[in-house]
C-alpha cells in the first residue's frame, strides 16, 4: 500500500477558475506547494481529458506533484498516474486495485460512517469525507455532516481520512482536531485571485 504522504489535496473543477484557464491556475497552485491533485472534470469527452491531462503533467513535471484521476482507471494507466479516486458509487475498490496493482493509489469519496469503515475494510488507500460545511459544489450531496460525524468517520478509519466541503484555512484545525489527515479543496485554492498565496495559508495551516 502506497503511503499517503500529502495532506492537501486540490480536487481540479474548471468551471470554478474565475475564467481563467485551469492549467493556469494549477501552475500556480503547484508553485505554492500543492503536493497532490485529484483532476475531475467528468463533463469532457475522453480525448479532451486526454489532452487536458498531458498538458497539465506537462507543467507540473518539475514539482513532483502527485496526480489522481477520477474514476478513469483506463487514463491512470495510459498516463501513468499516481492513482484513481472513485465516486461511492463507482467501481468497488477491489475491482480497482487488482486494475491499477498495489504500487498506486485507491482513494473514494465516502459521505457517511458506514462508508468510511467499509473503505477500510475493502483496501482503499484513503477516503475523503463530506461534505463537513456547507459548500455549493457539494450540495447534491445532501446537507453538511459537521464535525461531529467527521470525528466519527476517522474513529472507524484505519486509513487517512480527508475532509472535504466548505474548507477554509481558519477550518483546517477545527477538522485536524477531529481527526482528519489532511483536506480535500476545490474552490478555497481554484477560485482564489492568488492560488499561490491561498495554497501557502492551507499548507501552513495544515502543519500548524
Known amino acids: 500500500m502506497p503511503p499517503i504522504n500529502f495532506r492537501l489535496l486540490l480536487v481540479t473543477d474548471r468551471h470554478q477558475t474565475q475564467g481563467r484557464s485551469l492549467q493556469t491556475v ?93 473503505a477500510s475494510q475493502d483496501g482503499a488507500d484513503y477516503v475523503v469525507f463530506g461534505p463537513i460545511f456547507d459548500t455549493p459544489s457539494k450540495r447534491r450531496f445532501g446537507p453538511p455532516v459537521g464535525l461531529d460525524a467527521l470525528a466519527a468517520a476517522c474513529r472507524q478509519s484505519v486509513i487517512p481520512v480527508f475532509a472535504i466541503g466548505g474548507i477554509t484555512s481558519t477550518r483546517v484545525g477545527d477538522v485536524r482536531r477531529a481527526g482528519a489527515h489532511g483536506v480535500a479543496v476545490i474552490g478555497a485554492i481554484l477560485a482564489r485571485d492568488d492560488a499561490v498565496g491561498a495554497t501557502r495559508e492551507l499548507l501552513v495551516s495544515l502543519e500548524s
Do not use: C, F, W
Not at 70 to 96: F, Q
Open 26 to 118: 494549477l501552475q500556480h497552485a503547484v508553485k505554492g506547494g500543492v503536493p497532490a491533485i485529484q483532476l475531475r472534470e467528468r463533463d469532457l469527452s475522453t480525448p479532451k481529458l486526454l489532452s487536458l491531462t498531458r498538458e497539465i503533467q506537462a507543467i507540473i513535471a518539475p514539482y513532483g506533484v502527485q496526480v489522481i484521476m477520477n474514476d478513469r482507471i483506463d487514463l491512470v494507466l495510459a498516463l501513468n498516474l499516481e492513482g484513481v479516486h472513485l465516486r461511492a458509487n463507482s467501481l468497488p475498490v477491489s475491482v480497482a486495485r487488482r486494475l491499477i496493482g498495489v504500487h498506486r493509489l485507491v482513494g473514494i469519496s465516502t459521505h457517511s460512517v458506514d462508508e468510511v469503515r467499509q
